[in-house]
């Protein structure tokens, strides 16, 4: 479906989920499209970004965020071009990376919008390698990992817009990088487009052991965005002061119990201290907001001499987002993944 200039589609939260989240907790609605009262602006959404944190907006147990209300629209980064403007600032036609979330169109009084160059080839970029997640991986991995030249990085979900960011950016740095991805195709791309130096399958048999192989002299930065299995195949390879940032758990996202087997905690406090390793976990904008303009202009090089590379999975039209947005829990998306709204 096209956008309409009179009605504003909307994806609300439904229902909240139990588990993994399905079609049913969400609902498309329509409704009048708004008009800006003065100091506000009309905005038409062209893109929105799909991240793994809306789940946790979709509960409403505790987190650092307020919880989705029951009928409302979902939440989410976009780009949106202003179609009506009575606010000084904006023009019509400019592009802005904003938070509209999921309808067509979205008033704002100016809160949060950034311009976007028009000469900006990729406005979508805004969303991911020079957005929120290319921020994450930049501040988590320079800031809390400190990689030195010769140490061994490894960052699970090593195709995704947070991981492969982290890997190419420990390369720049002069580490060896090891990624972990689901399936052979993107362990392919991993190594032989994005420059890591091993990637290993977490979908084949044995994880531990493989990953022990690519990490013959220990894990000295691990940058963890998966928890689960992934993790407890990580843990015993810590080498001594080894860092871990951690910016998320997607694999505990759906969980509505805590995971079976024995009980780890002591196994990993024994570890942090006997090894003096340092795990700290961090929500980008809140702890390093001060430094978006470091990260913009050193990615912003990097991207345009093309020594990090991006990979995009764009999906056109609002209606296709929720199964879009279960889709990437389950890992199905390779790159970021982004919903097309409108042509620019």
Known sequence: MTQSPSINRRIVLNARPRGAPTAADFRLDTVPVPKPEAGQVLLRTLYLSLDPYMRGRMSDGPSYAEPV??????????????????????????????????????????????PIAYEERHPSRALGVLGMPG???????????????????????????????????????????????????????????????????????????????????????????????????????????????????????????LPSGPDRLGQLVGTLLRKRIKMQGFIVFDDYGSRWSEFAGAMGEWVQQERIKVREDIIFGLENASEAFIGLLEGRNFGKLVIQLAHE
């Open 135 to 257: 921020f994450t991986a930049y501040m988590g991995l320079l800031d809390i990992g400190r990689p030195v030249a010769g140490e061994t990085v490894v960052v699970a979900a090593a195709s995704g817009p947070v991981g492969s960011v982290v890997g190419q950016i420990a390369k720049l740095k002069g580490c060896q990088v090891v990624g972990i991805a689901g399936g052979e195709d993107k362990c392919r791309y991993v190594i032989n487009e994005l420059g890591f130096d091993f990637c290993v399958d977490h979908r084949a048999n044995d994880l531990p052991r493989h990953l022990a192989a690519a990490c013959a002299q220990g894990i000295d930065v691990y940058f963890e965005n998966v928890g689960g299995a992934v993790f407890d195949a990580v843990m015993p390879l810590l080498n001594n002061k080894a860092r871990v940032p951690v910016c998320g758990l997607v694999s505990a996202y759906n969980a509505t119990a």
């Open 69 to 114: 209300a029951l009928g409302e629209v979902m939440v989410g980064g976009t780009v949106s071009r202003v179609e009506a403007s009575k606010h000084g600032d904006y023009k019509v036609g400019q592009l802005v990376l904003g938070y509209a979330g999921w309808p067509d169109y979205a008033l704002s009084d100016g809160t949060g919008l950034s």
